[in-house]
């Protein structure tokens, strides 16, 4: 299991953020759906080129902006309230870190989009441009958010 699951490391910039996306199982379902299909990062305007759904081990370039983004999926969650994926960066990323993307059933029946992350700049462009680049993190994570709403 991947970093987000636990305590996240230190030396890196932390992100924790979520959204209430709606109430009950229909919500769950469609969005955690959404997620594993890849649907969610192509909502927030990536293009997805993907070995397969969201799975251990599964490879993702995401590009956006001329940017080449590759990761690999570190761990799954698959239960009854709670549904989703981590991955880790791979060489080429721009950022060196994990992103943890879930979709959560609550006991009051509402669906919430929740994402954790770490990251430090990963290549020379984002250690020059980091505040640059922590903004891009930023409104990428808003993005993915308000994307498992649909």
Not at 111 to 128: E, L
């Amino acid at each position: 299991m991947g970093a987000t699951a636990g305590v996240l490391p230190a030396g890196y910039r932390h992100t924790r953020a979520a959204l209430c996306i709606g109430r009950g199982e229909d919500t769950f379902l469609a969005a955690s759906d959404a997620l594993s299909r890849w649907e969610v990062h192509r909502r927030a305007g990536l293009r997805v080129e993907a070995s397969g759904p969201a799975a251990r081990g599964t490879d993702v370039v995401l590009r956006w902006c001329g940017f080449r983004i590759p990761c690999r999926v570190v761990y799954t969650i698959d239960g009854p309230f709670r549904r989703g994926f981590a991955y880790g960066t791979l060489a080429g990323h721009p950022e060196s870190g994990e992103e943890r993307f879930c979709v959560e059933r609550r006991a009051d029946g509402s669906v919430h989009a929740v994402i954790t992350a770490f990251s430090r700049p990963g290549r020379w462009f984002t250690r020059i441009a980091d505040p640059a680049a922590r903004a891009v993190q930023r409104r990428m994570t808003a993005r993915y958010l308000r994307a498992m709403a649909g």
